[in-house]
């Protein structure tokens, strides 16, 4: 199944109670990964739960991963509305570079914990679901293309010969470290090592310095 696909589904019923229906069907899944930390629920838990027959389920959805994608492609719509309000609020405050970098690491680490609960069994879910992959690939995209063009608004500031190419690296890096301390992925022994706020201070540090310095052997460099 393709994103439009996905997307075609995510669109609520007009009606008012088969739109009620069927965002209790999405609340009560997402509800579900929450507390379990993963997808092992079954569609008869969520007919139960949400107060909803299992046949109006299969009139929205073909199977159980039918109806996770639709709920990823949901939290996530939410997840980069978030993020780009928090990122165009960095860019509003403004600052020089490593205010910026602080202040960019601090607003994307927050969002990503306020939705680390079912985001967690969803990215879980990614390296067996090229569909749960793919959406977010795009979600990740967004947040990243945002944090980019952020970072240039300081780009006299960066001493890399490709501030752009330095921007993205750093941010993967940054990204990746959250990501193993929220416990995304398979990363879940290493979920919440050390502290939080320490950990965004040493990686805003980590990024400012690194986009602050001439990369060996380029033109500029000590």
């Given at each position: 199944?393709?994103?439009?696909?996905?997307?075609?589904?995510a669109?609520?019923?007009?009606?008012?109670?088969?739109?009620?229906?069927?965002?209790?069907?999405l609340?009560?899944?997402?509800?579900?990964?929450?507390?379990?930390?993963?997808?092992?629920?079954?569609?008869?838990?969520?007919?139960?739960?949400?107060?909803?027959?299992?046949?109006?389920?299969?009139c929205?959805?073909?199977?159980k991963?039918?109806?996770?994608?639709?709920?990823?492609?949901?939290?996530l719509?939410?997840?980069?509305?978030?993020?780009?309000?928090?990122?165009?609020?960095?860019?509003?405050?403004?600052?020089?570079?490593?205010?910026?970098?602080?202040?960019?690491?601090?607003?994307?680490?927050?969002?990503?914990?306020?939705?680390?609960?079912?985001?967690?069994?969803l990215?879980?879910?990614?390296?067996?679901?090229?569909?749960?992959?793919?959406?977010?690939?795009?979600?990740?995209?967004?947040?990243?293309?945002?944090?980019?063009?952020?970072?240039?608004?300081?780009?006299?500031?960066?001493?890399?010969?490709?501030?752009?190419?330095?921007?993205?690296?750093?941010?993967?890096?940054?990204?990746?470290?959250?990501?193993?301390?929220?416990?995304?992925?398979s990363?879940?022994?290493?979920?919440?090592?050390?502290?939080?706020?320490?950990?965004?201070?040493d990686?805003?540090?980590?990024?400012?310095?690194?986009?602050?310095?001439?990369?060996?052997?380029?033109?500029?460099?000590a």
């Open positions: 199944m393709d994103i439009e696909t996905i997307m075609a589904k669109r609520a019923p007009q009606q008012g109670r088969s739109k009620a229906s069927f965002e209790r069907m609340t009560t899944a997402e509800e579900l990964m929450k507390q379990r930390g993963s997808d092992e629920f079954t569609l008869n838990e969520v007919a139960k739960h949400g107060k909803v027959s299992i046949g109006s389920i299969y929205r959805f073909d199977s991963e039918d109806l996770v994608h639709v709920v990823q492609l949901r939290v719509e939410r997840v980069d509305t978030d993020m780009l309000a928090a990122i165009a609020g960095v860019q509003e405050r403004g600052g020089d570079l490593i205010d910026m970098v602080h202040d960019l690491v601090d607003s994307i680490a927050d969002v990503l914990r306020r939705y680390a609960e079912v985001m967690r069994p990215m879980l879910r990614a390296s067996g679901d090229p569909v749960i992959a793919s959406i977010g690939k795009r979600s990740y995209s967004r947040t990243s293309e945002a944090v980019i063009d952020a970072l240039l608004t300081c780009e006299k500031e960066i001493r890399h010969p490709d501030p752009r190419h330095a921007a993205d690296a750093g941010f993967r890096i940054v990204y990746a470290a959250i990501a193993r301390y929220l416990g995304f992925g990363s879940l022994d290493a979920a919440g090592e050390g502290d939080w706020n320490q950990l965004k201070n990686l805003g540090d980590m990024l400012a310095a690194y986009l602050r310095t001439a990369p060996k052997g380029s033109h500029g460099a």
